[in-house]
């Protein structure tokens, strides 16, 4: 059974700083390529970052770029999102993803406040 | 940036009834690179349909994916109770993704 638990969600003030982590289980996380999407209270899905297999590519939402950085740890199964200069945009339940283009799998979410 | 326009916001309907559901795109969407998710209340958004019609695994058959170009459906043909959610298009065709905003079905 495939399982992504996120962790390191916090309230922080604005332009603080925050890494989330996403153990991940249950299939061959070296094999894949790994995303993570946030959703602001009440609202819709917004993808934010997506990392190659290896690490050797990564993307980003342009409000994002520059502010966070996506990385996995291939040995460790696990995701990572490291944020900085938090705005209150930023504002979100952030979920990891199983997969790069289209997201097979879902963790249960990280809550980030920023205010 | 590629903007996905779902309509309608709110779908009122009954148990047994057919939905169908819509997601315009403001340009061609590269590929037919269109995926769907169902999303309930505290819970994670659930994969049922990638590369517009390819069916995720455990995605029941009264779910269908459809469309190309700009213009993509969902249908559910026989609502079940556990179908009431919201429902969110998701295009890969270029970056940034991006998804629509999303249609709640509810029960009416």
């Known amino acids: 059974e495939v399982q992504l638990v996120e962790s390191g969600g916090d309230s922080v003030q604005p332009g603080g700083s925050l890494r989330l982590s996403c153990a991940a289980s249950?299939?061959?996380?070296?094999?894949?390529?790994m995303s993570w999407v946030r959703q602001a209270p009440g609202k819709g899905l917004e993808w934010v970052a997506r990392i190659k297999e290896d690490g050797s590519e990564k993307y980003y939402l342009d409000s994002v770029e520059g502010r966070f950085t996506i990385s996995k740890d291939n040995a460790k199964n696990i995701l990572y999102l490291y944020m900085n200069n938090l705005r209150g945009e930023d504002t979100a339940l952030y979920y990891c993803a199983r997969g790069g283009s289209w997201f097979i799998d879902w963790g249960q979410g990280a809550q980030v406040t920023v205010s | 940036e590629t903007v996905l326009m779902q309509s309608p916001g709110t779908l009122s309907l009954s148990p047994g009834e057919r939905a169908t559901l819509s997601c315009r795109a403001s340009?061609?969407?590269?590929?037919?690179?269109l995926a769907w998710y169902q999303q309930k209340p505290g819970q994670p958004p659930r994969l049922l349909f990638y590369?517009?019609?390819s069916r995720a695994t455990d995605t029941p058959d009264r779910f269908s994916g459809s469309g190309s170009g700009t213009d993509f459906t969902l249908t559910i043909t026989r609502l079940e109770p556990e179908d009431f959610a919201v429902y969110y298009c998701?295009?890969?065709?270029?970056?940034?993704?991006?998804f629509g905003q999303g249609t709640k079905v509810d029960i009416k």
């Open positions: 340009q061609n969407v590269r590929g037919g690179y």
């Open positions: 590369n517009t019609f």
């Open positions: 998701q295009q890969y065709g270029g970056l940034p993704w991006t």
């Open positions: 249950g299939f061959t996380f070296r094999s894949y390529w």
